[in-house]
């Protein structure tokens, strides 16, 4: 089992800067790749980035593309989210997730932290 703890969430103004982190913990050897989702009320999940950490591979919705970057500390088995110029679309509950080799689908998930951007 791996477990995801996140962090970073709050309020700020529209055009300003947060950084989220997650944490594994537990059987982090077998994570593949973390990814950043978010959600907000009445709407399905949608993925946000992700991190492979072998291949160092990154990805980011078209909506987050130039605005948030993905990075990690595979010593601390920690993955960031930098999110610059937020926009108040950008406001969700944002979610942590993790994947082992082979998997389709993330599997392991965090609490989620809130984001807020007022406009």
């Known amino acids: 089992q791996v477990q995801l703890v996140e962090s970073g969430g709050g309020l700020v103004q529209a055009g300003g800067s947060l950084r989220l982190s997650c944490t594994a913990s537990?059987?982090?050897?077998?994570?593949?790749?973390m990814g950043w989702f978010r959600q907000t009320p009445g709407k399905e999940r949608e993925f946000v980035a992700a991190l492979t950490w072998s291949l160092a591979i990154t990805d980011y919705a078209d909506s987050v593309k130039g605005r948030f970057t993905i990075s990690g500390d595979n010593v601390k088995n920690t993955v960031y989210l930098q999110m610059n110029n937020l926009k108040p679309e950008d406001t969700a509950i944002y979610y942590c997730a993790a994947k082992k080799f082979g998997w389709d689908n993330y599997g392991y998930w965090g609490q989620g932290t809130q984001v807020t951007v007022s406009s």
């Open positions: 537990g059987r982090t050897f077998s994570t593949y790749a």
